[in-house]
């Protein structure tokens, strides 16, 4: 077992400070030796296509890659709070008092959080804004322009799994950091000469937003109370998307008439600087800890959240605490994601994130083309499509309402089944050659409002329903399962699918379809549920 330090910050020590801050000077030196170049654009209206990289550039680019290691051999714990980590071993547990009322520090975690999300959502919200620029600049057709958004998409990907892996491994905290480092040593972009090295760091940069979403959703889940888990993790996916969004068209607005598209990547600096200066007040997740073997910090930082001291007492008769649930028997490690007890929430989970990903990133993206079929002409598709989106918004609130008061399950299976009936609305109005603006706006609002329902959902209840040692990987998994969704939604674009709008509706409602009926068979409630208990309760209907 890992010696446990008493007298370090309770939850916001870095495993090895003194590696992770030189890495970070590291970084921020390299990004600083591309500002040299940048300025010389000036003089030809930032336009810096087919310009030398000078060797200030060629060292900075060595130095970003060698500050990311050894800040994140910083942040990684010693081999032996690894093993515990992933394994588990005779730590001891701790009676956590779910029922404690929301204090401050919960709220300060919050509003980090959102702020953390928010700057994640910006990084590829941004693409839409640099490609015409980038396209202009670089002399690129459209098509080539858009490999830059699948190179981004397949980042998200990898990230989400590579990251969910790592936030088991090292900590949801280190995870976090780990994508704001990667956000400041990516804002490079703005200063590549070549498309190629746009699509290199665009690449890194969908890797680390991958990343970063489903730990802040792990994070959030292993630290409220269970009264108020639910809801409080669909509004920080609502809250920080919306912002997020509008941070990437606010700054395309007001910044880059001034400085071109390039302004827009050079902000991944500031904005990771701004997660790396709130790390105080992102504390390490206490069940993390806890299952590390480190007692002591866990019980701190419990202590911190609950203002009670009784809160966190050891396991005893009248503190039962959390059950040991990992048995010799269980599966472990990633294999348990796809076999044991989580496996048929796991594949109804991943089948609606594909679902998903073929409607938003293939359905949807082609809907403005596609709604002139449907009685809409060239200059209604706009308004139509404002007027859905504005009708759809408060559809959040329905969201979280019915999250927190109604069921959690049931709640993202009816928006899954929403989001069918949708599709299957396109597909019936399609072969009936109905031309109604009145019926194309109902199913248009319909799929709107599904589709950011699913979504909302479908992440916070995947970071309830998988135990402490699995709960980061089995959330990057679902997250990636969206984004794989995405490429296949593209691909299928350039293949001409979504030109066939009836057909494609109706193949993509029948996975969504399936997910439901999975998730209705498979899925277990989470709402007001201790995370323990939700692992209780799989596990005696294992036994069953």
């Known amino acids: ?96 008092a779910d ?60 990230g989400s799994i590579v990251w969910g892996r790592l936030a088991d491994v090292f900590g ?14 990516t804002s490079i972009c703005g200063a590549m000469p070549t498309f190629e090295w746009n699509l290199v760091m665009c690449f890194l940069m969908g890797a680390s937003a991958g990343g970063m979403l489903p730990i802040a959703f792990t994070l959030m889940a292993e630290t409220v109370p269970a009264a108020h888990r639910g809801w409080l993790l669909v509004a920080l996916g609502g809250v920080g998307t919306s912002a997020g969004y509008l941070l990437a068209a606010g700054a395309a607005a007001t910044l880059e008439p001034l400085f071109s598209w390039r302004v827009l990547w050079l902000l991944n600096m500031p904005t990771g600087l701004v997660i790396l200066i709130l790390n105080r007040y992102i504390p390490e997740s206490p069940r993390f800890l806890s299952n590390a073997g480190l007692e002591s910090q866990a019980r701190a930082v419990l202590r911190k959240f ?14 039962p605490g959390a059950p040991v649930l990992d048995d010799p028997h269980v599966v472990k490690g990633m294999r348990a ?26 359905f949807v993206l082609w809907l403005p083309v596609n709604l002139v079929q449907f009685g809409v002409d060239d200059a209604g598709v706009n308004r139509v499509l404002a007027q859905s ?76 329903i998988y135990p402490v040692q699995l709960r980061g990987t089995g959330s990057g998994v679902i997250a990636a399962s969206s984004k794989f969704g995405g490429i296949l939604g593209a691909a299928f674009g350039v293949a001409g699918l979504f030109e066939h709008f009836e057909l494609s509706a109706l193949l993509i409602a029948l996975p969504m379809a399936a997910s439901a009926v999975m998730l209705l068979r498979s899925g277990i409630e989470t709402r007001g549920q201790g995370l323990e208990d939700i692992q209780d309760a799989l596990a005696r209907r294992e036994r069953l």
């Open 1 to 96: 077992m890992t010696p446990d330090n008493p007298r370090a910050t309770p939850g916001i020590a870095f495993h090895h400070p003194l590696a992770f801050w030189a890495g970070c000077a590291l970084i921020l030196a390299g990004v600083a030796s591309h500002m040299p170049m940048f300025m010389m654009g000036r003089h030809t209206h930032w336009q810096m296509v087919g310009m030398p990289m000078d060797a200030w550039m060629l060292w900075g680019m060595a130095m970003i890659p060698a500050g990311v290691v050894l800040a994140g051999f910083g942040l990684m714990p010693r081999l032996a709070m690894m093993r515990e980590s992933l394994h588990g071993g005779s730590h001891l547990h701790f009676h956590v």
């Open 99 to 158: 029922g404690v009322p929301l204090n401050r520090e919960h709220w300060k975690l919050v509003v980090v959080l959102v702020v953390a999300l928010a700057v994640d959502v910006m990084k590829p919200a941004t693409l839409g804004f640099v490609m015409p620029g980038m396209s202009a600049e670089y002399s690129i057709s459209k098509p080539t322009a858009s490999v830059l958004a699948l190179v981004a998409l397949i980042g998200t990907t990898v």
């Open 172 to 185: 949801r905290r280190a995870g976090i950091l780990l994508s704001a480092l990667m956000f400041i040593g």
């Open 306 to 319: 609950s203002g009670r001291a009784a809160d966190v007492e050891h396991d005893d008769s009248r503190h």
């Open 337 to 362: 994601l796809l076999r044991g007890r989580h496996a048929s929430i796991t594949w109804g989970l991943v089948v609606c994130g594909v679902a998903w990903g073929l409607v938003n990133f293939g």
């Open 389 to 464: 989106a504005l009708l759809a918004l408060p559809g959040i609130a329905v969201v979280v309402w019915m999250y927190y008061r109604w069921s959690s399950v049931r709640t993202l299976v009816a928006f899954i089944a929403l989001t069918t009936t949708s599709l299957l609305a396109f597909f019936a109005i399609g072969v009936a050659g109905l031309r109604s603006e009145a019926a194309t706006i109902a199913a248009t609002v319909a799929l709107l409002v599904s589709v950011s329902g699913v979504i909302a959902t479908m992440i916070p209840y995947a970071a309830e």
